[in-house]
């Protein structure tokens, strides 16, 4: 199921998609914020796409494959809606991970701003949260101008810094 935005072609990955997985996740500065830290290995990156493809034909919808209209081809990052367990609850949690050569362009806010649409539209969902390390604030920002609003914190990393938990609620959306 094919989505697009004005300048973003979203698909469901394929497994064709493991060596730019790998590229993107396993690259250090795409994790500066993610306490686990960059993929060391592409049999990390081959779980999580497996963990993807899984998602998408057990619900029908999951991370998205990212390029742009002008380079198709090209995947320059990761995301949509997928559920996600918060601890010991479930929600749909919309998350992404672009190519630092990415960075800057509004494509994380148009990529939010889809999902989310999806979720409310299509998939009909009262609610969508989002997770993001405090100190991220480029990611804060991304939350808060599609419409997120702070909703807790998630103890999720043990010995460090509570994450933020960002939600938006279908009635604020529509």
Not at 142 to 151: A, H, N, S
């Amino acid at each position: 199921m094919h989505r697009t935005t004005a300048r973003l072609i979203l698909r469901p990955p394929k497994t064709e998609d493991l060596a730019r997985l790998f590229e993107i996740y396993g690259d250090p500065a795409t994790n500066q914020f993610n306490p686990a830290g960059p993929l060391a290995d592409a049999r990390q990156a081959e779980v999580l796409l497996q963990g993807w493809l899984h998602h998408w034909g057990k619900n029908g919808y999951g991370q998205w494959a990212i390029s742009t209209s002008g380079a198709p081809e090209q995947v320059i990052g990761f995301g949509g809606i997928a559920l996600y367990n918060y601890l010991n609850v479930e929600r749909l949690n919309l998350g992404y991970r672009f190519d630092a050569a990415a960075w800057g362009k509004g494509y994380a806010t148009e990529l939010g701003s889809a999902a989310l649409e999806f979720a409310f539209t299509d998939l009909e969902v009262e609610q969508v949260y989002a997770l993001v390390r405090p100190a991220h604030s480029a990611s804060i920002g991304v939350l808060e101008k599609i419409g997120m609003q702070p909703f807790g914190e998630l103890d999720d990393v043990p010995g460090q810094t509570q994450s933020l938990v960002y939600k938006a609620e279908r009635l604020q959306m529509i």
